[in-house]
């Protein structure tokens, strides 16, 4: 039975009991909670919950669904599909459970020629929540035999949509595929021979916020009972069209015989991760284009990126099949053919939809292209130095930089006979990932795709003008908002601009981007805040319009913000200089390993194992400002790799500065350094250079961090009143400051201890009494009591074996309590005698504690524990008592 027949069947059966038939909503509803419709009852909901008065007490629909979680499983199962289209009935206070079933059972054991699916009920499970006999029974009337009625919990039967809503128990329906396909034992024993078809869901609570499918709260009856069904009209099609799986439906089956052609491997050949391919290849374009027919287009957050994500694995599957062309536009058309009979707008639409996918793919595959050069270089390089393992660098660019997912390097690399150091990709992987997250600045991620800017990265590199100028007149290349281009962007919007030519510093070798504006002719006005390089070579700025609309092609005029651009040269320059004076200071193993500056700010990462002594931090900050205070002219030139090494430059990490450096001089041979950074023209402006403080960042490491120009002096100006306040309060001159605190904390010091000895003094004396005059407990002596106010945990100790040495021989037990601001600590000694007669201080402590909401233990001559709970004190005092009583007690 072909599929458009079910569906007809399906809306025929239900219309006749009454029901008004609606049509599919969007696939994308209007709901931040949810990013696509992913059940039937969706547009319903505020029915359900009573917001709204339903039109009708019946209704239903075929509603486009979407469910992405579980992508990884589309080809593997016989039944995962991202894109399905679920049939339901609902009642809105209307029917409740005896019709739901009747209905659904009987369209699908009803024959073929009275308009039902004529399945066999024999093949037929039904499952019901728990406790749900109500259920049970109505199975059992319409002709269900008990052998094939399961219960299940909360997990498998009570449904809702994952977040806040109508929610309730439910009951499913399971097509047994028969033995072949598994083992006997209905859906508890297997999910894959018996599949489940369609779900009825008895629609009467209201569950509120919590995960997963059991851990959330249910917040009450909803305000009517009603109806809720969803059956996959895929699996009902595969099973009915005696295939094995949702793929080879009438629907699906003829995208994969398009991928046959294009890639020329056959499916069902024998190999199942080609087979997985081909699957991959007719769910996902089937779901792109719906979405796509819907309004979304591919971008990187959100409802984009979901789509994105699927038109890419699409054209990766078709090249790990062997296509090496473009598939897409195929693949399209045969999706919209096969669906267009039941969405008649897509044959409408089919221009717009093949424009969207095909523009993806070629975006895609272009940088798949520069990928493969790549690859072909590193598998050159790899093998001429006799190494049979592709580096995880290697992989990890070819991912991070050209898109390339990890299974078609490896697939690649197999095939020019090398392996991949998959961990080593992994744990890159896992460094960008934790980078990305510390990154505050998540624009910046290194996560973000990139591939819009490709084009224009064809178009070769940005001129940089910013060594020369501060303003420059240039041509608007491309503009990019929300991860797309587009033609022309307005006020307010945040965009992304390329230009043939920026005087705008972006973001490179520890020296943060300059900021600026983007002005047109006519007024029109982008603020920029930060610029950015893709692929080192392109500009990619990016700002918000501040006034008017600019569109691509615009004449522009460029500007950078020459106050905060002389700052960051200050940065820059006292960078250099603070790293030739950590050289000239700790010698040539203080290597570079990374740095950051910004208008005011540097600081400086290198390879260094200990902290550095008082004197050395000094050395470093007076060498640093003896050369600001030389006025070191600053020279910069360009050269080739070779000359600028032999000449002395440092080139610390080796980066691809290509063929021709950039050399920055400051003071000759003091510092030379390779770098594609903005600098000031003597070291004279970089003004005042004042070392913060040095720690360590991770193992071998340390970083210094320093003040430079005006926020020194600032700096500077705060540490000085904070002196002077010093200086009034202490009333000595400043440079006695630091001899007056020494001896103003000694002092304190040494009265401290005067207290506290007197404190104990005084406790002890105070207990004393007790202990001429204790208890008898038995033949024990006892003194259990609540040591004085102010009595400290570290105290209580030494005030027991005090008390102890005082009563002397004969038996004795001392327990003292206290209580040091939240906790109530404790300590119990028992002498020998005690001990001989059989008391245990351990099991006193243990005996107690609870009274006070505490734990302890010890040995027999001494324990302690300690509590929370100071309004248990007079209980754990009889405790104590009645635990010496119990054991040498009278
Ligand atoms: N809402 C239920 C489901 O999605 C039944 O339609 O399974």
Redo the contacts with the bound molecule.
Sequence with gaps: MQTHEIRKRFTDHFVKAGHTQVPSASLVLNDPNQLFV????VPFVPYFLGQQTPPYERATSIQKCVRTLDIEEVGITTRHNTFFQ?A?NFSFGDYFKRDAIRFAWSLLTNPVEDGGFGMDPQRLWSTVYLDDDEARDLWLEVGQVPERIQRRGMKDNY?S?GIPGPAGP?SEIFYDRGPEYGVEGGPEADEDRYIEIW???FMQNERGQGGGKENFEILGELPKKNI???MGIERVAFLLQGVDNVYDTDLLRPVIDRAQDLTGQRYNAGDPEHDRLFRVIADHTRTAVMLIEDGVNPGNDGRGYVLRRLLRRVVRSARLLGATGETMGVFVDTVIATMSPSYPSLADDAQRIRTVATGEEAAFLKTLEQGITLFGNAVDSTKSAGKTVLSGDDAFTLHDTYGFPIDLTLEMASEAGLQVDEDGFRALMAEQRQRAKDDANSRKSALADLSVFREFLDRGPTEFTGFDELVSDARVLGLVKDGVRVPVVHQGDDVEIVLDRSPLYAEAGGQLADIGTITTAAGAQIVVTDVQRVAKTLWRHQGTVAVGEVSEGDAVTVAVDAGHRHGSTQGHSGTHLVHAALRQVLGPNAVQAGSLNRPGYLRFDFRWSGGLSEDQRTDIERVTNEAVQADYDVHTQVTDLETAKKSGAMALFGENYGDQVRVVEIGGPFSMELCGGTHVASSGLVGPVTLLGESSVGSGVRRVEAYVGLDSQKYLAKERALVSALTSSLKVPAEDVPGRVESLVSRLKDAEKELEKLRAQAALSALSELASSPDRVGAVRLVAAQAPSGVAAGELRSLVTQLKGRLGAEAAVIALFAVDGEKVPFVVAANDAAQDLGVKAGDVVKAAAPAVGGRGGGKADMAQGAGSDASGMGAALAAVRAEVARVAGA
Aim: net charge negative.
């Design positions: 992913i059940a039937g009852m679920m339901g449904w949509m439910c779900n009825l869901v809720d069904t969803g």
